[in-house]
């Protein structure tokens, strides 16, 4: 397989000047260099003999320049293989920066994708660009290796359907169904019927402007974008899930800066790294990539390339297993961090979880973690998601020494800041619909140790806001949590508004917890015609992944 080792700024740019040298370890055996000079790029041909996950660590000659890969799971003859690739995308040819060649370069040849959609607003398309962007489609398709797939995204406003994305399985002489000409989501799926051949096309919700949940043509709409740089919506796919809708989940970005599978969080709406769409395909091929998406062959993550499995009674996720009264949920699960937790959703409610990081025991050395979380449901059915809830003030430590405080999590410099003087760190994060988190390392701890946090007035924030409840001013508040209130080694401290149950949670963590966990878990209770299951991974940076569900006997699956 290649390893691409390459030299950014913290936002996600190239590097430039002078590129150090940099080992790569193999499980902690260095096994090759790259060379120093000026290419911040350097791809290697490398073979992994043994069988299981390995792990990649690089590190400067120096020392003092570190990082890890993506994990990477080597088996014997696999039926499937993961292919990473995005579905949802900007250049300047609508609302963002930066030309169509250099957003396939980017997506091929810095996020190393394997297939990507450029999917510019039909409303600022004329028919000169939608031909740029076949003519580039094409030029940098490059079978069994590349796979751009021609698309756009049909731009109406939530009252008229939603944003949607459409992509076709090949680059010809399509032409696109502009929301001007047919503006509701009913027309769309309508004339997209009438011209092409439905296993030919592919339609994508999100969640931004969100699709209307309450319908969904199942021929066309295989899939849904849960997520992307405006925010994490699990209330997005809950919504089709629990319509009845037998849809997959994916993730992407919707960067705006040409920068397609690999985006750097910005402003205060694309606030949050972009996802990725991980499909299980027999090659990288076109039909094989497009086939896999359309039967549902996917998971989602926020960016990490987090290896995810899940099984019901050895059915693969985004399928459906003839009825049983017995479902054995089995799964595999390897992080390009330590992993958090996971926990099985059985119809959206948790029915079973575990989490491979909490410490019990306390000590004169404490390693916390601190995550805030907000709700990003929206407040009236077929509204937009809430908006950014921004976290900021002053975190104190009463009873203890701070010794260290860092984010866990991708900073966007325009909304997330940290500084530390002794006791005392001042903090800015955001959280929509996901969570924000900081680590501390506490010594000399005493058995009245306090974090106390005072927290500013900030407003919500975020582009397309909702209507009937608009961005709101979160007043400031106080809140203290005493280390000797944690109870299983976690504290949770809500800190509600209008309705959502927004908060705090402080928990003990292992210094090093588990990158590759294999889970299984046996329900008999109440089987049900329909049922659905599916898993969420969360790690200790921050980063999740989804997995499609799995449904349980009902009507055959198409």
Do not use: C
Not at 3 to 9: N, Q, T
Not at 114 to 121: A, G, L, N, R, Y
Not at 302 to 319: F, K, P, S, W, Y
Not at 404 to 417: E, L
Request: glycine residues 8%; hydrophobic residues 35%; charged residues 25%.
């Amino acid at each position: 397989f290649e390893l691409s080792v390459r030299a950014e700024d913290r936002f996600f740019n190239r590097a430039t000047g002078t590129i150090p040298a940099f080992d790569v370890l193999v499980n902690g055996e260095a096994i090759v260099s790259t060379p120093a000079g000026d290419e911040p790029i350097t791809v290697l041909e490398l073979s992994l003999p043994e069988p299981g996950a390995h792990f990649i660590t690089l590190r400067s000659e120096d020392g003092a320049i570190a990082g890890e890969a993506n994990p990477i799971l080597v088996s014997a003859d696999p039926e499937q293989r993961i292919y990473w690739g995005e579905t949802h995308a900007h250049s300047g040819q609508a609302e963002g920066i930066g030309t169509m060649e250099f957003f396939m370069r980017f997506a091929r040849d810095d996020a190393r994708l394997d297939f990507v959609t450029h999917s510019e607003h039909d409303v600022w398309l004329d028919a000169g660009e939608w031909e740029q962007m076949r003519e580039t489609s094409a030029t940098f398709d490059d079978p069994g290796r590349f796979i751009p797939y021609l698309g756009w995204e049909w731009t109406r406003n939530r009252r008229q359907g939603g944003h949607h994305n459409v992509l076709f399985r090949t680059v010809g002489d399509q032409q696109l169904v502009s929301g001007l000409r047919f503006p509701t989501l009913s027309q769309l799926y309508q004339e997209l019927q009438i011209r092409f051949d439905p296993d030919e096309v592919l339609v994508i919700p999100h969640a931004h402007q969100p699709g209307d949940y309450r319908q969904s043509d199942p021929l066309l709409e295989p899939l849904v974008e849960m997520m992307s740089m405006h925010g994490t919506f699990e209330w997005f796919m809950r919504a089709y899930l629990s319509r009845g809708h037998q849809v997959g989940l994916i993730a992407a970005s919707d960067d705006h800066l040409s920068h397609p599978g690999y985006s750097a969080p910005n402003r205060n709406s694309l606030a949050q790294r972009g996802g990725l769409a991980a499909v299980m395909a027999p090659e990288r091929s076109r039909d094989a990539i497009f086939d896999a998406m359309k039967t549902r062959h996917t998971y989602a993550t926020t960016g990490d390339r987090i290896i995810l499995d899940m099984r019901v009674n050895d059915t693969a996720m985004g399928q459906r297993a003839p009825f049983a009264e017995r479902r054995d949920v089995t799964g595999r699960v390897i992080g390009t961090a330590p992993l958090e937790s996971i926990v099985l959703y059985k119809n959206d409610e948790v029915l079973w979880e575990q989490d491979y990081l909490m410490d019990m025991g306390a000590s004169s050395t404490e390693e916390l973690l601190l995550s805030f979380h907000s709700d990003a449901t929206p407040y009236h059915v077929g509204d937009a998601p809430r908006g950014w809830r921004h976290w900021r003030g002053t975190l104190t430590v009463e009873g203890a020494q701070l010794e260290a405080i860092s984010a866990t999590d991708h900073v966007n410099p325009s909304t997330q800041q940290l500084t530390h003087d002794g006791s005392t760190a001042q903090f800015a994060t955001n959280t929509r619909g996901d969570t924000s988190s900081l680590r501390l390392t506490l010594a000399n701890v005493q058995p009245d140790a306090v974090i106390a946090l005072e927290l500013e007035e900030a407003m919500e924030t975020g582009s397309g806001p909702p209507s009937d409840r608009v961005h709101q001013v979160i007043d400031a508040s106080q809140a203290r949590l005493r280390l000797r209130d944690m109870r299983d080694g976690a504290l949770e401290q809500p800190m509600p508004t209008e309705g959502y149950a927004d908060g705090m949670v402080l928990r003990r963590i292992v210094t090093d917890g588990p990158r590759d966990v294999r889970f299984n878990f046996t329900d008999v209770n109440d089987p049900r015609q329909g049922d659905y299951y599916y898993v969420r991974v969360r790690q200790a940076n921050d980063a999740q992944a989804w997995s499609s569900p799995v449904w349980i006997g009902g009507y055959p699956s198409r």
